[in-house]
């Protein structure tokens, strides 16, 4: 039993371990001096003030973590994280109760051995430390009485959960039904009738139909909650016109930029070395006369292609091989040919031409890519003082008029992605501002600047039939396809329930076997198989899709398929299943005993620690 239980303890050791690393030294806890020791008493077992502290603090940086932002503890309290720390620790502690009634404990023995494979505890020879034992346990503010008593009980509730839990089956019926409806299969066949293949095409609608079907559905043409804001913007492209390069600068930048503008004559790769000609020329052999390929060859030296590729090389980087290399062509494998690590075979996989740009044809990139950095720099020198004319009370009308920023306006909701809008810089400051915030110099990726101010915000409204219009008449076209594709499907219905015949209907159709519910069909609604499986063998029914109308029958009904994978996910199922139903019963136990320890809170305890918080 000591083997079973030391197996079932280790996870809740190392989750011991987590919290009591995550309690500091220095926590608001040190200053509750006096007779407050406890903040429940549960049965016989107390919930001492220094547990609920370090439960409560690993809380509290949990969402820390999450948020990235401090946490205060009157937002701790706010969440209810000072209630789920109490009532984690009054559970544990209803279990302790429990265990000493049952008089369940693991043994100074056992308590040892799991004390001396803790890691944290360990030396750099890997056996127990006591120094580092001393060490871990005064970082966390606890002696090694108190630990090894948490330990102790902790691994005694560890006894007793394995106890409740193991062995626990959910009945096979559940699983077997579970897994027969999630695998069970279907046969069908289903025409597809399209908006082309209507008895009579739907005509443009007139103004009154148009009006009508506006007034009934004014909720599909609401326009978002929208900010109308007033920008003045500096780009780098507003001044690029006035900006001198000089000549010096530009063939400057150009001879910093040979690489890139005379390239020479390279070819596209790969190169499979050998310790010596011999073994080159036999694998080149086995290549030209064997029925080996390239990559066969790769393989055979225990290699990837991506280990051989060079990429595009010049006749420079391959020396001696450059004639052979260069002068072969594309698919061709040459040599044995010489190489920095010895005999190699060069497969050709492609060639790139010599690109030589000359200063002339480069000259206006190279302007444009100077003027547009000088631009930035210059935007940049002139970002603080524009601001501390904000600063000063200028509008941005005034920085229009005094400086050379641009005046715009825009109404902008969360999905304007033209223009300014669409620089995410100008998106985050447009979504934060509110009414009364003042315009203040911000930076667009581009290394533009701009400034910004709410002139009002309008909340969700209907759109205006004029501006609406040709969306309305989209709307009301599919909606009238909709309904005469649903009768024209209807009389293709009655027509199959007579004859059966698919063929006779005229219509493009096909036959689906032995699919699942979570089949997928690419022409099919996200909801067509779950009506294929809501219906009875030699059913026939009209599925509305998008833009078509799909008529289906139901030609069979199939159970799952006997296969290795239906299987697994049995026994998979089967396992979650009897998991999750052990948990379920170890909790009711849990809560049994809590009921029956009849805890008692101490809310002086309780409010003093969350006041020296």
């Known amino acids: 039993m000591a083997a079973g239980m030391k197996n079932l303890s280790k996870t809740f050791v190392w989750i011991l371990m987590g919290l009591l690393m995550l309690g500091l030294a ?30 409560l603090q690993r809380e509290i940086r949990a969402v820390e973590a999450q948020t990235g932002q401090p946490m205060q503890i009157s937002q701790a309290h ?57 060490f871990q346990l005064e970082q966390v503010g606890m002696t090694d ?51 082309d293949a209507l008895e009579t095409p739907i005509p443009a609608p007139a103004d009154e139909q148009i009006q ?40 400057r930048l150009y001879e910093q930029r040979a690489e890139q503008y005379q390239q020479p004559e390279r070819r596209l790769v790969e190169r499979l070395v050998y310790p010596d000609d011999a073994s080159a020329t036999e694998a080149l052999a086995q290549l030209e006369v064997g029925g080996a390929d390239f990559e ?10 991506s280990d051989v ?17 260069f002068s072969a062509e594309i698919d061709d494998v040459v040599g044995p040919l010489p190489s920095t690590f010895g005999p190699a075979l060069f497969r050709i996989n492609g060639t790139l031409a010599a690109n030589n740009v000359s200063f002339e044809d480069a000259e206006a990139e190279l302007r444009q890519e100077l003027a547009a950095d000088r631009a930035r720099r210059q935007i940049e020198a002139q970002a603080e003082d524009i601001n501390d004319m904000l600063a000063g009370g200028a509008t941005l009308e005034e920085l229009a ?31 934060a501002i509110q009414d009364g915030d003042f315009p203040e110099i911000e930076f667009l990726e581009d290394g533009s600047i701009f400034a910004l101010r709410l002139n009002e915000v309008l909340p969700p409204r209907p759109e205006l039939l004029e501006t609406a219009r040709p969306r309305v008449v989209d ?6 396809t909709a309904k005469a594709l649903q009768d024209q499907g209807n009389t293709v219905l009655t027509q199959l329930a007579t004859d059966g015949d698919f063929t006779a209907t005229g219509l493009p159709f096909r036959v689906e076997n032995a699919l699942t519910r979570t089949a997928f069909l690419e022409d099919a609604p996200l909801n067509f198989m779950t009506q294929v499986f809501e219906m009875e063998p030699g059913e026939l029914r009209v599925v509305p899709g998008s833009g078509t109308a799909l008529i289906v029958r139901l030609d069979e009904v199939l159970p799952p398929a006997e296969t290795d994978e239906q299987r697994q996910m049995q026994d998979a199922l089967a396992a979650q299943l009897n998991q999750a139903l052990a948990q379920n019963i170890f909790d009711v136990y849990v809560r049994d005993a809590q009921t029956r320890a009849r805890p008692v809170l101490d809310q002086q305890a309780l409010n003093a620690v969350q006041a020296s918080y």
């Not at 279990?95 to 049952?102: K, S, T």
């Not at 595009?312 to 450059?322: I, P, Q, Y």
């Open 26 to 55: 220095g926590f608001g806890a040190t200053s509750l001096t006096g007779t407050v020791r406890s903040v429940a008493q549960v049965g016989d077992e107390n919930v001492s003030v220094d547990a609920y502290v370090r439960e």
């Open 78 to 134: 706010d969440l209810g994280l000072d209630q789920l720390a109490l009532s984690r620790l009054i559970a544990l502690a209803a279990l302790d109760n429990e265990v000493a009634q049952l008089g369940i404990s693991i043994g100074d023995e056992n308590l040892q051995e799991e004390i001396v494979q803790i890691p944290a505890f360990q030396g750099v020879n890997g056996t127990f430390d006591r120094d580092a034992y001393q």
């Open 145 to 195: 009485t108190q630990f090894e008593t948490d330990l102790r009980k902790e691994s005694a509730r560890t006894i007793v959960q394995g106890a409740v839990m193991s062995g626990v089956q959910m009945p096979r019926t559940l699983t077997d039904a579970l897994a027969n409806y999630v695998l069970a299969r279907r046969s069908f066949t289903v025409a597809t009738l399209s908006a």
């Open 212 to 251: 009508a079907y506006y007034d009934e559905n004014t909720d599909q043409f609401t326009l978002p909650r929208t900010k109308q804001l007033t920008y003045a913007v500096l780009s780098p492209d507003t001044l690029i016109d006035s900006i001198q390069v000089e000549e010096d600068d530009l063939r």
């Open 296 to 305: 066969q060859l790769v393989r055979d030296r225990e290699l990837e292609l």
């Open 309 to 325: 590729d060079l990429g595009d090389v010049t006749r420079e980087d391959l020396g001696d091989a450059a004639d052979a290399v």
């Open 401 to 431: 008029s005094e400086t050379e920023m641009q005046l715009g306006q825009i109404d902008w909701t969360q999905q304007s992605d033209e223009g300014i809008a669409a620089y995410d810089g100008f998106r985050t400051v447009a979504q």
């Open 475 to 480: 709307a009301w076209t599919r909606a009238e």
